[in-house]
């Protein structure tokens, strides 16, 4: 039996054209935030101005797509006006929902705009029932984006617990296990991921090359990694780094660079509750965002008919060329 809910497609923007290109593609939903540190995708070239977030809002209402704003840092101490004007400008400008992650920026939101919807983020690591009807009970959230640490079955006794809707990332970076709660990028560079919105910050990334054409990816100070010659380099990132450890061979400390993709549980996810699948890229280029977004777009439609979701083959896009179910088919996946 085909679903009787139909999930909407969350798709990343990380600018007014990427913006274009996953509405065009099939996106029910966009997510995207200003050029500040408000959001966690906080990079040179990516992001909107005000002007620019106010006309896209306007464009995808034309063409019946939703635009979420995601304000998903954490504001410092006595440094909250930033957020405050964020979540203002964001109701302003007619955005379906923003996407918070700081109890306060919460408590802002709901007490100046009562009619804006709230998103939990993922970045709050919300994910007992416990700490979602809490913000739900007391921010009014509407939706809380799973982190990608739980099976499908944890997914389901987790909805039939919570009053309200969940999102699941289906396809794109894993992620820590620990969301929001990253403090690599912090320790390194002094920028913190999680309050900046800065992960790895390219402009502190070195790469050197020596007589052996061995090539060295290092950040402040510290070696991520080591490619040979011919050996494809990893995204410079500190989690996904090679590390040694007690004299042993280089691995993967933290995180493989491998994909996330959830195409086959997609039938399980929409029995399970959830109700909208998200897409990860937001710094990704606009001919990924049309080729997943597009690919995912068939899937979900497929799904809604009755039949067995067929994904075209994305692994040329996937990170490392590798993908996986991670966390959501088995615990036993590291």
């Known amino acids: 039996m085909p ?16 913006l274009r290109t996953a509405v065009e593609a099939g996106a029910d939903a966009v997510y995207c935030g200003f050029q500040d540190a408000t959001n966690a995708r906080n990079f040179p070239g990516l992001n909107f101005t005000r002007k620019e977030m106010d006309a896209s809002i306007a464009w995808a209402h ?10 998903n840092t954490f504001p410092p101490a006595g440094q909250t006006q930033l957020w405050k004007t964020a979540v203002d400008d964001a ?7 923003i996407i918070v992650a700081d109890i306060g920026v919460a408590r802002y939101a709901a007490k100046h705009h009562a009619d804006l919807r709230l998103h939990l983020s993922v970045q709050a690591g919300a994910s007992s029932p416990e700490a979602i009807r809490f913000y739900c009970e007391t921010f009014g959230v509407r939706r809380v984006v799973l982190p990608r640490m ?16 969940i ?6 970076n894993i992620g820590m296990m620990a969301e929001g709660r990253c403090s690599l990028t912090n320790y390194v560079t002094g920028i913190s991921t999680n309050m900046d919105g800065v992960c790895s910050p390219a402009a502190q990334v070195v790469f050197e090359e020596d007589d052996a054409r061995t090539l060295t990816a290092r950040m402040g100070g510290f070696t991520m990694d080591r490619f040979a010659c011919g050996e494809a380099a990893g995204y410079p990132t500190i989690c996904k780094g090679r590390y040694t450890a007690g004299g042993g061979k280089p691995y993967y400390a ?15 996810l929409v029995n399970a509750g959830v109700t909208a699948f998200k897409i990860e890229g937001r710094q990704r280029s606009r001919a990924y965002v ?3 977004v597009s690919a995912y ?8 008919a009755g039949e067995t979701p067929h994904l075209a083959d994305l692994l040329a896009l996937a990170e490392g060329h590798r993908q996986t179910q991670g966390a959501f088919a088995s615990k036993k996946w590291r």
Do not use: W, Y
């Open 3 to 18: 679903p009787s809910i139909r999930p909407e497609l969350v798709c990343p923007a990380g600018t007014p054209g990427g």
């Open 62 to 71: 034309e063409r019946g797509a939703k635009v979420l704003v995601a304000l």
């Open 91 to 97: 109701a302003h400008f007619g955005a379906d929902a």
């Open 150 to 165: 739980l099976t499908v079955a944890e997914i389901k006794s987790l909805h039939d617990e919570i009053p309200c809707e």
């Open 167 to 172: 999102e699941a990332f289906v396809f794109g």
């Open 254 to 268: 933290f995180e493989e660079p491998v994909s996330l993709n959830l195409s086959a549980l997609l039938p399980d």
């Open 290 to 292: 049309r080729e997943i």
């Open 297 to 304: 777009r068939k899937a979900v439609d497929q799904c809604m």
